[in-house]
């Protein structure tokens, strides 16, 4: 069983929709945890970065943590073909680290 | 501000062979990490660099090494290429003065290596 798990997708969903994208990890130590996303030929960009449970959100984002159940999620509000990319799912438990566990990524496609 | 750059961008070698990648941070990171990513196995934590020094280490084999020089920059070098290390090879720059987590890593796009 890999750390961190996501569902790879093709993940397909109209204009306006909202997106639910999630990770499982197996790892009770992770307390930070991260939403990348990754437009095809770029690298990763920083979208949410959140410390242990809770919910954070910021515009059409809203990151949501579940320790007990080892679950974290990622909504996307009004889904814009713009945010067609592959979601990545990150995590550690280090503060003073850089070994972030990725998850595989979620592909998804907003069409318009 | 420029962000950050990786070069090459492509390269296509043969097994047997050595790779070196270079990465520059954005103008004042002084953290550079490198990471390998396929389809296969995602995105796999490689090693830090912060200050010149090797400050954390992932799981791949002594043949992945690297360094950084005084102005920051950092190069990754694979020694006796394997096939399965063909995969798109990225760094990411980071302030990483305060050692937090918080630290936001800017990723660079990647430089993709395929092994014949």
């Known amino acids: 069983q890999k750390e961190v798990e996501q569902d790879p997708g093709p993940l397909s969903v109209p204009e306006g929709a909202i997106v639910s994208l999630n990770c499982t990890y197996s790892?009770?130590?992770?307390?930070?945890f991260m939403w990348y996303r990754q437009y095809s030929r770029k690298g990763p960009e920083l979208l949410m970065y959140t410390y242990s449970s809770g919910n954070k959100e910021d515009g059409r984002f809203t990151a949501q943590v579940d320790k007990s159940s080892k679950y974290i999620s990622l909504f996307i509000r009004d889904s814009q073909p713009s945010d067609s990319a592959t979601y990545l799912c990150a995590m550690t438990s280090d503060n003073y680290g850089q070994n972030f566990v990725f998850g595989p990524g979620t592909r998804l496609s907003v069409l318009p | 501000k420029a962000g950050v750059t990786q070069t090459p961008r492509y390269l296509i070698k043969t097994r047997g062979q050595q790779v070196t990648l270079s990465c520059s941070p954005i103008?004042?990171?002084?953290?550079v990490s490198w990471y390998q990513q396929t389809p296969g196995q995602g995105l796999q934590f490689l090693f830090e660099?912060?200050?010149?020094?090797?400050?954390n280490k992932g799981n791949f084999p002594g043949r992945f090494s690297g360094r950084q020089f005084s102005n920051s920059r950092s190069e990754m070098n694979v020694s006796t290429l394997e096939l399965g290390d063909s995969a798109l090879y990225l760094c990411?720059?980071?302030?990483?003065?305060?050692?937090?987590?918080?630290?936001?890593?800017?990723f660079g796009p990647g430089t993709r290596l395929t092994v014949l």
């Open positions: 660099y912060f200050s010149e020094t090797q400050r």
């Open positions: 990411a720059s980071s302030p990483g003065t305060s050692g937090s987590i918080a630290d936001t890593q800017y």
């Open positions: 790892n009770s130590a992770f307390q930070y």
């Open positions: 103008s004042g990171h002084r953290s």
